[in-house]
Nanobody, 122 residues
Framework: QLQASGGGLVRAGDSLRLSCLAS????????MGWFRQAPGKERRFVAG????????VYASSVEGRFTISRDDAQNTVYLHMNTLKPEDTAVYYC?????????????????WGQGTLVTVSS
């Protein structure tokens, strides 16, 4: 299971860190990703990190502003979000996959967290 947290209401330009805590002993074997879903829109890929942490990928809309990281000792993956914009407002979901090749595709994920709401005011 995955449990996302850290969302909240912030102002444009602020920073926020999301956390995703995984239960179980196999966390380190999973590729991890963050997705987001804005009201009335489909769920979209935000960032992904390889199981060994060696590689990360980002959506172009967050490249340079967001950073994904993981701490396998804590069974946690993070999304550090800087210079937030109103268009970053969404429910953010963490998810686990065993397919790095398809890390951007929501359908390739095996486990999803419940989501945490991020609201960025202008």
């Amino acid at each position: 299971q995955l449990q996302a947290s850290g969302g909240g209401l912030v102002r444009a330009g602020d920073s926020l860190r999301l956390s995703c805590l995984a239960s179980g002993s196999t966390f380190s074997s999973y590729e991890m990703g963050w997705f987001r879903q804005a009201p009335g829109k489909e769920r979209r890929f935000v960032a992904g990190i390889m199981s060994n942490g060696d590689s990360t990928v980002y959506a172009s809309s967050v490249e340079g502003r967001f950073t994904i990281s993981r701490d396998d000792a804590q069974n946690t993956v993070y999304l550090h979000m800087n210079t937030l914009k109103p268009e970053d407002t969404a429910v953010y979901y963490c998810a686990a996959s065993r397919q790095w090749r398809w890390i951007r595709f929501a359908s390739k994920y095996d486990v999803w967290g419940q989501g945490t709401l991020v609201t960025v005011s202008s």
